[in-house]
């Protein structure tokens, strides 16, 4: 990974179009990783990724679930949209045990919250994206391709 964007997020409205135009780049096989404290808006970025793949109506948090599997649609072509969130994983044996890369890998869009947190995935990310809280409802966004 390589090249990095960024952009500064004024609202959360701002965050969800950012996202929705990085979501128009991506293509199925892509795995992003989302990164950034607790409320920095990875969930505005998911809402935007799922925004443009037309199933954010369909959109909740996996949290407790794990992984959320979205059947959307871009551009005429059908879309598929697999949401994890590895906020209660603890341990990368438990990644194992529930066939996290199953999942992970294949020909869909993955889009993993809190990923970073596994040094073993790390380098199976085609693009992370990070996200900071800016003060008030702003976010630094960097994307790492």
């Known amino acids: 990974m390589a090249p990095?964007?960024?952009?500064?997020s004024r609202s959360a409205e701002e965050t969800r179009e950012y996202a929705r135009q990085f979501a128009s780049t991506l293509q199925a096989g892509d795995r992003i990783c989302l990164s950034g404290q607790l409320g920095a808006g990875k969930t505005e970025f998911m809402k935007g990724i799922a925004d443009?793949?037309?199933?954010?109506?369909e959109l909740s948090s996996?949290?407790?679930?794990?992984?959320?599997?979205?059947?959307?649609s871009f551009r005429g072509k059908a879309v598929?949209?697999?949401?994890f969130?590895?906020?209660r994983i603890e341990r990368e044996a438990e990644l194992?045990?529930?066939g996290f890369e199953e999942y992970l890998f294949g020909p869909h869009i993955a889009v993993v919250e809190w990923g970073?947190?596994?040094?073993?995935?790390?380098?199976?990310?085609t693009a992370v994206v990070r996200l900071q809280h800016?003060?008030?409802?702003s976010r630094r966004i960097v994307i790492t391709r």
Do not use: K, M, V
């Open 80 to 83: 598929d949209l697999h949401h």
């Open 116 to 125: 970073d947190r596994f040094e073993s995935l790390r380098s199976c990310y």
């Open 134 to 137: 800016g003060g008030g409802d």
């Open 62 to 72: 996996p949290t407790f679930a794990l992984f959320n599997i979205y059947h959307g």
């Open 96 to 98: 194992d045990a529930i």
């Open 52 to 57: 443009c793949f037309n199933c954010a109506g």
């Open 4 to 8: 990095t964007e960024e952009f500064f």
């Open 85 to 87: 969130d590895l906020y």
